[in-house]
């Protein structure tokens, strides 16, 4: 295997955490940020791109061009590496950023690559590729929500990626369709057709609240479906947040803060 061999357990329940035991001289690459807590006879290394094998093979510039295209799919240029330096096996953790689910990827599972929205990734095994999936059709491109570009985990190792609110898991046989909200998808294996359809009716369009659009996933091929998206979860809390002034939306009401109390869930 050219991706190194690691073991792994996930902690949590909502704000999960993953704990990656390595081998002496074994490397695991994580996003920037991610970084939980480790054992110390781990060391950190911040590096370009994914510092995979395929990129190590095309020198400098090819580096620097892998690194360049995680722009485009809202990642940093840099990620960093753990690896463990004892004669003994080491710990290192990674977070999930909000509340969620970790999906652990086993790449030989899935014929070798994985295709997920983008900032989804989290860590992988040293010689995992993380790089961008262009997509070829116009409606996905302009309606999808992730544009054009997704990311693609390519390799023959573990990976993980985090997903928000509850996780479902989707087996399309073929030519089987499943309708989903553009944002809810977490990623889907290759050989899945992804594509994006208009809702339609005039009611539904100005008056559904749903958007004009959602995706189409057809089989063959596995699913992972999130509940909760994280620009879903931000439009809630910038809709609650104080507004100018520092006053929140129901300050200087006749009932001010009690009014709080008596209006149910405080729906946005």
């Known amino acids: 295997m050219r991706a190194h061999e690691i073991d792994y357990q996930i902690f949590g329940e909502e704000m999960q955490y993953v704990e990656i035991e390595l081998d002496p001289q ?18 950190m290394e911040t590096i370009f791109g994914d510092g995979s094998a395929q990129q190590a093979s095309s020198g400098l510039f090819g580096q620097l061009l892998n690194a360049g295209k995680r722009v485009l799919t809202g990642e940093s240029l840099f990620m960093t590496a753990f690896m463990n330096q004892g004669n003994t096996k080491s710990k290192v953790s990674f ?57 693609k985990i390519e390799g023959d190792g573990m990976a993980f990626v985090h997903s928000g609110g509850t996780m479902a898991k989707k087996e399309l046989k073929h030519g089987e369709v499943l309708k989903v909200d553009t944002g809810c998808i977490i990623g889907f294996t290759k050989d899945v057709d992804y594509d994006i359809e208009f809702i339609g009716g005039i009611k539904n369009s100005i008056f559904g609240g749903e958007g004009l659009f959602y995706a189409t996933l057809r089989g063959p091929g596995t699913v992972y479906i ?43």
């Open 26 to 43: 074994e490397i695991v690459v994580a996003e920037a940020g991610s970084f939980m807590m480790m054992e110390n006879n781990i060391k």
């Open 95 to 151: 977070a999930s950023p909000y509340p969620g689910k970790i999906l652990p990827i086993d790449l030989t599972q899935f014929q070798g690559k994985f295709i997920c929205q983008k900032s989804s990734f989290l860590c992988a095994a040293k010689g995992v590729s993380v790089g961008i999936e262009f997509s070829q059709k116009l409606g996905r491109g302009l309606f999808g929500g992730e544009g054009f570009i997704m990311q």
């Open 226 to 268: 999130q509940s909760l998206p994280f620009s879903r979860l931000a439009d809630r809390i910038i809709a609650s947040a104080p507004r100018s002034g520092g006053n929140s939306r129901d300050e200087g009401s006749l009932l001010g803060g009690l009014g709080n109390l008596l209006d149910g869930d405080n729906r946005f």
